[in-house]
């Protein structure tokens, strides 16, 4: 009934930028936090970095100042703003958020990932 999805991944040079979008969609009552995550092949899916209705964010140490996190909670989007990117920055990335459905009824839900490839 709830459905993330991710756009905007792809190959992109060492030092240069990408930006990824998510698009959450269906029974929404509301959207407590808003998140990315990445897997790298061979490594657990880790953080990358998240935001709360209000705006609090936080970030992987491996990302900050180079990457940013916003949302628009009009349209139930999500927005990572990837600058300089490194080669270990390749990984799947998915979209993840802690979504209310109703009043008492929340549950978390992920996208199916889009493919970040960061070389020259």
């Known amino acids: 009934q709830v459905q993330l999805v991710e756009s905007g991944g792809g190959l992109v040079q060492p030092g240069g930028p990408l930006r990824l979008s998510c698009a959450a969609s269906?029974?929404?009552?509301?959207?407590?936090?808003m998140g990315w995550y990445r897997q790298a092949p061979g490594k657990e899916r880790e953080l990358v970095a998240d935001?709360?209705?209000?705006?609090?964010?936080k970030y992987a140490d491996s990302v900050k100042g180079r990457f940013t996190i916003s949302r628009d909670n009009a349209l139930n989007m999500v927005y990572l703003q990837m600058n300089s990117l490194k080669p270990e920055d390749t990984a799947l990335y998915y979209c993840n958020a802690y979504i209310y459905t109703n009043p008492r009824q929340w549950g978390v839900y992920w996208g199916q990932g889009t493919q970040v490839t960061v070389s020259s």
């Open positions: 269906g029974s929404i009552f509301s959207i407590v936090t």
């Open positions: 935001i709360n209705s209000g705006g609090a964010s």
